[in-house]
């Protein structure tokens, strides 16, 4: 499989960044209706905002001199209405930007900016990972360590913007999940 460099802007490092999942991606439904945070003391975390729940972000350490990191996590709209994810915040980049990477009919992976955000349609989940739909942190001010947990915020054209915490995963985290399931 040959690999594409989207507009120039990104090369290996992002590519490498969006390739590997963490362990188990668990689920939690709370039930408020404002931007809250549910979770017990080591249970993966899960975040509300109107009709909008996120679960687990996550990122993964960063070698040395890396300029971006990908974002993962899953949101799932029980509202009646699409939403969208159309920006959000990570406390140590510079820049935030939502995803997709794909293979294309001639075997090639590519990797775009949606610039129109990324639907979450109504009564489904959709799971950004490594490979697929992932927020992606640009300008790195220093590498991500294994362990430490990152402020950020996620925000959503309807339901509007969420404070969340992203855990840090090791590099080389195993490529697939032990568990859970993603709708599309």
Known sequence: MAWTRPRGVLGTAAIIACLT????????????????RVAAEGAPAVYRVGTITVERPWSRATPGGARVAGGYMRITNAGPEADRLVGGTFAAAGGFEVHEM???????????????G???????????KPG???????????????????????????????????????LGTPAAPAGGHSHH
């Open 118 to 128: 990324l639907e979450i349609k109504p009564g489904e989940t959709v799971e950004l």
């Open 21 to 36: 999942l963490p362990a188990a991606l668990a689920s939690e439904t709370p039930q408020a209706s404002a931007p809250t």
């Open 102 to 116: 794909s293979v294309g009919a001639d075997n090639v992976m590519r990797m775009r900016p949606l610039a129109a």
């Open 132 to 170: 697929g739909y992932h927020a992606m942190m640009l300008d790195l001010q220093r590498p991500l360590k294994a362990g430490e947990s990152l402020a950020g915020t996620l925000r959503f054209e309807k339901a509007g913007t969420v404070e969340v915490t992203y855990t840090v995963q090791p």
